[in-house]
């Protein structure tokens, strides 16, 4: 049985775009396979910014810290041990003033950890976590898909490229603020979309 991690990123939770179709990719998934699914609603998790305290803890030796480090430490590896134990991420990606939720950035800044998910090398950076696969579920009010304007599809596999994960897939959703036959021509390409990813699971 494969181990999903589910995230959602939207400000709206699960009315959100992008969190229904995180729901409706992995409905479409577990009709084929069997699987244990965490989902996580990061707008609820509600994670502090990063800050040089909690960085700090990441190499202390955990007998050594005071009860308030402990409890920066879990942030990222209660997030960590989340990650590490999936097989498949699936992420809903609303898109906000060009960029990504800083729900989701401050959850990016605990789980690309040096030394942890991977490591400077002669070479370059060396992923540690191999053998993944991600799912972004990406909706937008304009189209942006191809354009300079759309600076979360090459972040997100840059960065989660870093720690090992290149099997980055995404599904979009555009064009949902551009009127009611935009929102639905753009509903009907991503469940177009969601069918060519899932085949390989049947």
Known sequence: MKNVLVLNASLQQENGHSSKLTKEFV???????????????LSQLNLPHL???????????????????????AYSDDL????????????????YNFTMPSTF?????????????????????KGHLTGKTV?????RGGIYQGTDSDTQTPYLRLVFGLIGITDVNFIYLEGLNMGEDSAQKSWQDAREKMTELLPEFA
Do not use: C
Request: charged share 20%.
């Open 27 to 41: 409905a479409n998934w577990q009709e084929r396979e069997a699987l244990a699914v965490h989902t996580v609603d």
């Open 51 to 73: 800050n040089a305290q909690e960085m700090q803890t990441w190499s202390m030796i955990s007998d050594n810290m005071t009860p308030e480090q402990s409890k920066l430490a």
């Open 80 to 95: 960590l041990t989340q990650l590490e134990n999936s097989d498949a991420i699936v992420i809903g990606m609303p898109m």
């Open 105 to 125: 950035k401050a959850w990016i800044d605990r789980i690309a950890r040096a030394g942890r998910t991977f490591s400077y090398t002669s070479e370059g950076p």
């Open 135 to 139: 799912y972004v579920m990406a909706a």
